[in-house]
């Protein structure tokens, strides 16, 4: 099985106990969601905030029977969560920032390196860095576009769906990002 497979399996696990009321389902479903918000924002309070909005959104729409099985799979549909209250807690935040301005004042590599070879784990880690040096540097929608094709293996319906934008603009939107890749890491890498 596959690692986006499992996760899939997992993450569908975890929504069915924690709708039953498992407090550890529910705990790690909320580290997962804490992740995928972190693989947005990166760092800051807004991840916490932003990952708590995205649990309580998601309890809640399960305990009023709001999530419609017909319409897309529950992993899509608690990635979508998650990613929708990032980017709403980083708006929200930055226009916080920007009404203080006029009124005044008032991330872990987890796999583990392939090689043994000290200098084969250095040049990996900084490979490891420097992508994600620029991944950290798109905007958050960029950001949400790769976690969602990459990290959490949805399909292109699926991330539309997620983002609510067209299958097209998914699809244009992540080629380019790919290229803007290649070319930002073409010879570091």
Do not use: C
């Amino acid at each position: 099985m596959m690692k986006g497979q499992a996760t899939h399996r997992i993450t569908v696990e975890l929504l069915e106990a924690a709708a039953r009321g498992d407090r550890v389902a529910g705990g790690t479903l909320a580290d997962f969601i804490h992740g995928w918000v972190h693989s947005v924002l990166h760092a800051g309070p807004d991840v916490d905030d932003a990952a708590q909005e995205a649990f309580m959104a998601v309890i809640v729409a399960l305990r009023t029977h709001q999530y419609d099985a017909s319409v897309e799979d529950k992993h899509a549909w608690v990635v979508k969560i998650a990613v929708r209250k990032a980017i709403d807690v980083r708006r929200r935040r930055e226009r916080e920032r920007e009404r203080q301005v006029f009124e005044g004042p008032g991330a872990d590599d987890a796999t583990a390196p392939a090689s043994t070879d000290p200098i084969s784990r250095i040049e990996q880690r900084q490979r490891a860095e420097r992508v994600n040096d620029v991944v950290k540097a798109l905007h958050e929608t960029d950001r949400a576009l790769l976690l969602l094709r990459y990290h959490e293996d949805l399909s292109y319906e699926d991330i539309a769906q997620a983002l609510s934008i067209p299958l097209g603009t998914v699809k244009s939107r992540l080629s380019r990002l790919i290229e803007k890749l290649k070319l930002e890491l073409g010879s570091k890498l």
